[in-house]
């Protein structure tokens, strides 16, 4: 699994740690039905890997896989925004 090495802003380098946990505690729904929207892959154990401006990276099945936001994020409350937005666009892509 190779992630980008592009520099992340120091305001997500503070939030990452504690939206990937959120997001694979709580949301994990919301990571899975994205993957599956952007994608075509189905794993219920997909988990939120790390984090980019424009999105995250996501792993499955031994795999990693950049999911996209519309937007480029700025701070911590459009980036919450823009993976709101995931949920509620991919929420027809949820596994049962």
Not at 1 to 5: K, P, V, Y
Not at 16 to 19: A, C, L, Q
Not at 36 to 42: E, S
Not at 80 to 85: A, G, S, W
């Given at each position: 699994?190779?992630?980008?090495?592009e520099?992340i802003?120091y305001?997500l380098q503070?939030a990452?740690?504690?939206?990937i946990?959120h997001?694979?505690?709580d949301?994990?729904?919301s990571?899975v039905?994205?993957l599956?929207?952007?994608?075509?892959?189905?794993d219920i154990k997909?988990?939120?890997?790390?984090?980019?401006?424009?999105?995250?990276?996501?792993?499955?099945?031994g795999?990693?896989?950049?999911?996209a936001?519309?937007?480029?994020?700025k701070?911590?409350?459009e980036y919450?925004?823009?993976?709101?937005?995931h949920?509620?666009m991919?929420?027809?892509y949820?596994?049962n």
């Open positions: 699994m190779s992630i980008s090495t520099k802003p305001w503070q990452s740690g504690g939206i946990k997001m694979n505690d949301h994990s729904n990571i039905s994205t599956h929207a952007q994608y075509k892959v189905k997909a988990k939120m890997e790390s984090l980019k401006t424009n999105g995250y990276y996501a792993s499955s099945k795999k990693l896989y950049f999911l936001f519309d937007n480029s994020c701070n911590a409350k919450k925004d823009e993976l709101v937005k949920a509620k991919y929420r027809n949820e596994l």
